[in-house]
T-cell receptor
């Protein structure tokens, strides 16, 4: 069964500082990987995705993530955080084509990001 | 273009009553998903539909939960004889095809009193 671990429940950074949110997954084949962001009272917004190819993927709002198969990780990064980035971030894994449970996503527990001015 | 919409945005019901939650996916998306988000359990998959195929119901927590998708578009999630542990935010998502990136609606917050 696939699973996702986000080790950090809560992270606090200063505005302008760099950010890295950690995500580790467990899946027996090549996974599809996603990062979503959720602001209070809102639904989930897709930040970026990895299906195949270049292991460094760019997303919206200046975010990027790197897929490292050897470490089963897909960490999210941003070089300079803005106050508006404060939200909860979810990493998710989906089965690739032909895999079991194809289509559904398994989410991590989320990381709450607080940004200090 | 229009995103995924869900109604109602909030629903308060008494224990034992039935509720129906509605989802309108993005036009042209063939796959539709339901998830539940609660404090204790995080984000959990419930069910998904892909075209005319039989739905994957593997995440439904009990037989009180059911869902249907009419005409390959709108979906309704029904919870019968609601219990307090059903209180959660129910999120709907759609994707062009199963396995593609999913786009989420704003959710329905269900409170069972």
């Amino acid at each position: 069964a696939q699973s996702v671990t986000q080790p950090d429940i809560h992270i606090t950074v200063s505005e302008g500082a760099s950010l890295e949110l950690r995500c580790n997954y467990s899946y027996g084949a090549t996974p599809y990987l996603f990062w979503y962001v959720q602001s209070p009272g809102q639904g989930l917004q897709l930040l970026l995705k990895y299906f195949s190819g270049d292991t460094l993927v760019q997303g919206i709002k200046g975010f990027e993530a790197e897929f490292k198969r050897s470490q089963s990780s897909f960490n999210l990064r941003k070089p300079s955080v803005h106050w508006s980035d404060a939200a909860e971030y979810f990493c998710a894994v989906g089965a690739g084509a032909g895999g079991t449970s194809y289509g559904k996503l398994t989410f991590g527990q989320g990381t709450i990001l607080t940004v200090h001015p | 273009g229009a995103g995924v919409s869900q109604s109602p945005s909030n629903k308060v019901t008494e224990k034992g009553k039935d509720v129906e939650l509605r989802c309108d996916p993005i036009s042209g998306h063939t796959a539709l998903y339901w998830y539940r988000q609660s404090l204790g359990q995080g984000l959990e998959f419930l069910i998904y539909f892909q075209g005319n195929s039989a739905p994957d119901k593997s995440g439904l927590p009990s037989d009180r939960f059911s869902a249907e998708r009419t005409g390959g578009s709108v979906s309704t999630l029904t919870i019968q004889r609601t219990q307090q542990e059903d209180s959660a935010v129910y999120l709907c998502a759609s994707s062009f095809l199963a396995g593609f990136e999913q786009y989420f609606g704003p959710g329905t917050r269900l409170t069972v009193t």
